[in-house]
């Protein structure tokens, strides 16, 4: 009897302890993901423009007039909530391009590379460019090497390609944008991506503009500080953008 109650007691104690671990994750992992600033939250409500809705694992920002072609698919950097870059999706939709921010499982792309291909297979009248910031660009990459005839370009915001996403033998247009103040990106990294990018590959530097301001979720551990405004930095997000999916047959 007396070995039935220590075992029981054990039992107790071990799943208190794993519940407690838990809760420590949990917590943990809530104060490392990066929350979606107020203006991320503003920039979530549907207007007259752009109607904004989740489906699935997406965030769709449609425009009320007929979209243009091709669509953008986007991954989140690590451990940003897919929400906090709702501000530059909505104006590229205000400018007639659909825009579907995908969620992933922890946050993180490693987990959700091939979460393109639900939109893709869901909307067959459609083309689609794919990127992704920091870490989502370099699994958007991965995805475009594997499936190049899904895709009619890639983006990269605050990243680069790597021999595991490597296009330089694709015929996909490709543009990359980097902020000048960016303290998370990696120049070595960066220079050293370029080699499997495609020759006729674009290149963006937003001067003054720094990492997390590709988003809008405040300030990242490790990055600069920026010397011009989130507005300004998402104005020529778009700017850009906007450019490069017009030249886009």
Do not use: C
Not at 203 to 210: D, K
Request: charged share 20%; proline share 6%; glycine share 8%.
């Amino acid at each position: 009897m007396k070995t039935k109650k220590h075992w029981r007691r054990s039992v107790f104690w071990i799943v208190g302890i794993l519940l407690f671990l838990v809760a420590g994750a949990m917590a943990a992992y809530r104060y490392w993901v990066y929350p979606p600033a107020s203006e991320a939250l503003t920039a979530l409500k549907s207007d007259e423009s752009v109607r904004i809705a989740e489906s699935g694992n997406e965030i769709v920002f449609d425009p009320v007039r007929e979209p243009v072609q091709p669509s953008v698919i986007f991954y989140p950097g690590a451990l940003v909530d897919p929400e906090a870059y709702s501000p530059w999706a909505r104006a590229l939709a205000q400018r007639g391009s659909r825009v579907y921010i995908v969620s992933m499982p922890l946050n993180l792309a490693i987990f959700g590379q091939s979460r393109a291909d639900a939109i893709i297979d869901a909307h067959p009248g459609e083309s689609f460019v794919l990127g992704g910031h920091s870490l989502g660009g370099a699994f958007a990459a991965r995805y475009a090497t594997a499936h190049p005839e899904k895709l009619k370009g890639v983006f990269f915001l605050a990243s680069y390609a790597d021999k595991k996403g490597d296009l330089s033998g694709t015929q996909l247009p490709v543009l990359q944008l980097t902020g000048s103040r960016d303290g998370i990106l990696s120049l070595d990294k960066r220079t050293e991506g370029e080699q499997y990018l495609p020759a006729s590959a674009e290149y963006v530097s937003i001067e003054g503009g720094n990492h997390a301001q590709f988003g809008s979720y405040g300030p990242q551990r490790g990055d600069l500080a920026p010397v011009i405004t989130e507005q300004a930095q998402h104005e020529r997000i778009v700017s850009a953008m906007a450019d490069w999916l017009a030249s886009i047959k």
